[in-house]
């Protein structure tokens, strides 16, 4: 009689246990398949800062500026393939494909100053970047 209480209350046990083991593996399963359907199927979207608008008729001050940032760009030795003047920013194209995007209404000398800084940082990481935009008080950058 002890014997086969033993045996009831063992096979008790491991029921017990397969049923926890079985739940957990449902959870787990449950989890790792939301997290690659959000992965395969939905798409990460973002909206550009940027207006779709092209570039536009450039006024005197603005192609100061474009020569401005062009020397200090070509002082700090970042080579430059483009520059486009939309809206408010400039956009610079660099010649590794790396889109910097700077600000028409802050000082340009002290956001190539910015520039140089994170460049040599991310140098330093081994890190490259897709863009890199300088209009906000915090940098934004994409990594690529």
């Known amino acids: 009689m002890l014997a086969t209480k033993r045996k009831i209350l063992r096979s008790r046990k491991q029921l017990f ?45 603005d192609t100061e500026n474009i020569e401005l940032l062009t020397d200090g760009l070509k002082q700090q030795k970042i080579d430059v393939a483009s520059i486009k003047q939309q809206d408010a920013s400039y956009i610079i ?13 802050k000082n340009i000398n002290s956001q190539i100053s910015s520039l140089q800084v994170i460049l040599s940082r991310l140098t330093m990481e081994g890190r490259l970047f897709r863009q890199l935009d300088l209009r906000f008080d915090k940098p934004v950058i994409l990594l690529k």
């Open 17 to 61: 246990i397969k049923v926890y083991i079985l739940i957990g593996l449902v959870i787990l399963g449950c989890v790792v398949g939301f997290f690659l359907s959000q992965k395969l199927f939905i798409k990460n979207s973002y909206l550009s800062p940027l207006s779709k608008q092209q570039e536009k008729n450039l006024s005197q001050s």
């Open 93 to 105: 194209t660099l010649k590794d494909g790396a889109i910097i995007i700077f600000s028409a209404q």
